[in-house]
């Protein structure tokens, strides 16, 4: 989905004069900023509620402008990038000694992404130069998939959010961290370790050496709806469900399984079996399930297979971090 020229020459004047501009991706929006401005920065984060220390994607509008923001180019993360951008991987790289400490959090690194999603490479393209843009939601919640998320959590902060439809992957992009001696996955995602493999020539492991990674996704509490969510076994959906109705509780059920009973007490959401499409639908029907105010979300854990591990791995921080306000 395409906007209006004039529609992105705005939204690109208003990146231009330190304003907020929210924008599709084909994960999830992104609260974007002009990374060379120090005050625009600092609105994202107080806009997000974000920790300072938390760095934030640099989003570009294509490779050529890789050695702008990275001090080294090398092979292998040329490669990468040519083989999957504009998509969604975000590339840990060396910075620039130009770069914002307040982008990269004051580590010497810096996420680089060229995000496939028509509406964002318009702006990019016409804006010519890096848009720093987390997701575009309060910090801890949930991403947004739709246009209608980010005005409802962020609505009033942003000085113009970009309507590009549902975001077709659903969940953030995958970060491979090229820093370090060998490559490593610091968060998975839909473009997975496989698929990276096939171009790195072997498959990179997970997770960051560091003690403490600067990955906000690795926190445990993220991506949390406000009611309590709990995973449960597929084979034990229908009779915990039951179970917790009888019981008096109000309930969200999200599972890949139909319902075996009804109950004006119970929203029960059929998921799609398939990992990519279960990712696209994955946050908005975590809002939906969270908006009902029920005492308890059941979603049924997924299978433990590589195309589900992004997948599992939100779910599972969504278990951890709901419930706390
Ligand atoms: O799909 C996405 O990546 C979306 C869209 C908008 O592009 N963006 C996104 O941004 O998910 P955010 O800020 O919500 O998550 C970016 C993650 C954070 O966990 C951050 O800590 C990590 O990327 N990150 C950014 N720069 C980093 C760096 N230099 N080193 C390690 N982690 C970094
Ligand atoms: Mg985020």
């Not at 050695?67 to 990038?81: C, I, T, Y």
């Not at 720093?132 to 947004?144: D, E, L, T």
């Not at 491979?176 to 060998?182: F, H, K, N, P, R």
Request: hydrophobic share 45%; aromatic share 6%; proline share 7%.
């Amino acid at each position: 989905m395409t906007a209006p020229v004039t529609e992105v020459s705005r939204a690109a004047d208003l990146l231009r004069a330190g304003e907020l501009v929210a924008f599709p991706t084909e994960t999830v929006y992104g609260l974007g900023a002009d990374a060379r401005n120090p005050q625009a920065i600092a609105r994202i984060f107080a806009a997000k509620g974000r920790p300072a220390d938390h760095p934030l994607i640099v989003h570009l509008p294509d490779v050529s402008h890789l050695e702008h923001w990275a001090s080294e180019v090398s092979e292998m993360a040329f490669k990468l990038a040519t083989a999957f951008w504009p998509g969604p991987l975000t590339l840990i790289m060396r910075r620039r000694l130009s770069v914002l400490d307040a982008v990269t959090g004051g580590q010497d690194t810096v996420g680089l992404r060229v995000p496939n999603h028509p509406m964002a490479l318009q702006l990019l393209q016409v804006f010519d130069g890096g848009i720093a843009a987390p997701s575009a939601n309060r910090f801890g919640r949930i991403s947004p998939t739709t246009a209608a998320h980010v005005r409802e959590e962020l609505g009033n902060s942003v000085s113009m959010i970009l309507d590009g439809g549902s975001c077709l992957v659903g969940i953030e992009s995958t970060i491979l961290d090229l820093s370090g001696t060998e490559p490593r996955i610091l968060r998975p995602g839909m473009l997975d370790a496989i698929a990276i493999g096939d171009v790195l020539g072997f498959i990179p492991e997970f997770g960051a050496k560091l003690e403490t990674p600067r990955v906000s996704g690795s926190l445990e509490a993220h991506y949390a709806p406000i009611t309590p969510l709990q995973l449960v076994a597929a084979v034990e959906v229908a009779q915990l469900a039951h179970r917790a109705v009888q019981a008096g509780r109000h309930l969200a059920v999200l599972s890949a399984q139909p319902p075996t009973f009804s109950h004006q007490k119970l929203l029960w959401i059929t998921a799609s079996a398939d990992s990519a499409q279960f990712a696209h639908d994955l946050y908005a029907q975590l809002r939906e399930l969270d908006a009902i105010g029920a005492d308890l979300i059941l979603v049924e854990a997924p299978p433990a297979t590589d195309s589900w591990r992004a997948v599992a791995d939100r779910l599972r921080r969504a278990a951890a971090g709901s419930n706390r306000g």
